[in-house]
């Protein structure tokens, strides 16, 4: 089984509604971090975690805000979708001290 | 900020023969770590390699090696004797190992498509 889980993996939607993307983990890691990657311009970071009680914004958090449900759970919303924010987007975990972050499988989301 | 740089979008390369990609990176830290992803058409980010930068010695994870140049701020990756699974879009990512705000995030390059040609 995966051990970082995203949910839905590929998704259309329009303009205005609003969406939720999931990411779930089974390695036990407290920090969770979600990335949007578009062509040309590598993977960048949206938010951050560093625990239940911890939520950071990154370098292009506007229009999306996160949950974190528990350790394991960590959402991200798009309150009113907008064609521009069409995109993959990825999960990733990580746990200090090790710096390696594992990725979940990627969302495709589309909107129109 | 950080920031990383891969100038090469498009290689390509011979089957069994040897690729090189580069990266070059821009940080005022002395201490930091370095990263190569491969994503693969499935879309995963798959870690390839990894290197301290307080660590001289370049790493290897078999036949993918590292050229790692500090002063330079370069940071390339060598694969040797390409196989087909090998065709992927590769990325260099930085991270700072400072607690900072945003700390532990990767700062990536925008990528190498790398075609293996039979």
């Known amino acids: 089984d995966a051990d970082v889980t995203q949910t839905p993996r590929n998704r259309i939607t329009k303009t205005g509604k609003r969406i939720m993307l999931e990411c779930s983990q089974t390695k036990g890691h407290d920090r969770m971090y979600w990335y949007r990657q578009d062509p040309g311009l590598g993977l960048r970071l949206i938010y951050y975690s560093f625990d239940v009680k911890d939520i950071n914004k990154g370098e292009i958090s506007d229009g999306y805000s996160v949950s974190r449900q528990a350790q394991a759970k960590f959402s991200l919303s798009l309150e009113s979708a907008i064609p521009n924010q069409t995109a993959l987007y990825f999960c990733a975990t990580t746990q200090p001290p090790a710096d390696t972050q594992y990725f979940g499988p990627g969302t495709r989301l589309t909107v129109l | ?118």
Not at chain 2, 66 to 85: C, P, Y
């Open chain 2, 1 to 118: 900020a950080q920031t990383v740089t891969q100038s090469q979008p498009e290689m390509s390369v011979q089957e069994a023969e040897t690729v090189t990609l580069s990266c070059t990176y821009d940080t005022s830290e002395s201490d930091y770590y370095l990263f190569w992803y491969k994503q693969p058409p499935s879309r995963q980010m798959i870690l390839v390699i990894r290197q301290e930068a307080y660590k001289q010695q370049n790493a290897t994870e078999n036949r993918f090696s590292v050229n790692f140049q500090k002063a330079a701020k370069s940071f390339s990756l060598k694969i040797s004797d390409s196989q087909l699974g090998d065709a992927a879009m590769y990325f260099c990512a930085y991270r700072s190992p400072i607690l900072l705000q945003g700390a532990q995030k990767l700062v990536f390059g925008q990528g190498t498509r790398l075609t293996i040609n039979p």
